[in-house]
Every structure is written in structure tokens, then in C-alpha cells.
């Protein structure tokens, strides 16, 4: 299912409507952060990941 040009314009003014003008670039900014920091923290946990060797977890070990 393929949105043509006409749905695009319907979901905008019901955007536009439901959020007001002067709100959307403040969602927009929130969003980009937001996109912004899981990225950064996507980074920062494969440079921690790379300092400290991998150790196997056995589970098989265990003595009960």
C-alpha cells in the first residue's frame, strides 16, 4: 500500500489541525534529540563494549 500525494496532504492539515502550527516545530526538535541521543548512546555501548574482553557466561556450572 503506497501513499499518493493527496493521503500526504489529509494526514498534514490533520497534523496541523490537531497540533497547531507554532507546536510543530517543537515536536520536531523533541523527535530529533531524541533520534540524536539513542544514537549516541548506541555509540557509547559498542566503545564500551570494545575496552572490556568478552567473558562466556556458563550456566552450566552451577552447583545446586
Known amino acids: 500500500m503506497t501513499f499518493g500525494p ?3 496532504i489529509v494526514v498534514l492539515v490533520i497534523v496541523v489541525l490537531l497540533f497547531g502550527a507554532n507546536k ?3 515536536l520536531m ?3 530529533g534529540q531524541g533520534i ?3 544514537k549516541r548512546g548506541l555509540k ?3 566503545e564500551e563494549g570494545k575496552d ?3 567473558v562466556p557466561s ?3 556450572d ?3
Do not use: A, S, W
Request: proline share 8%.
Open 58 to 60: 556458563d550456566t552450566n
Open 44 to 46: 557509547d555501548e559498542d
Open 52 to 54: 572490556r574482553p568478552r
Open 29 to 31: 526538535t523533541g523527535l
Open 36 to 38: 540524536r541521543n539513542f
Open 6 to 8: 493527496t493521503e500526504m
Open 24 to 26: 510543530i516545530p517543537q
Open 62 to 64: 552451577k552447583v545446586t
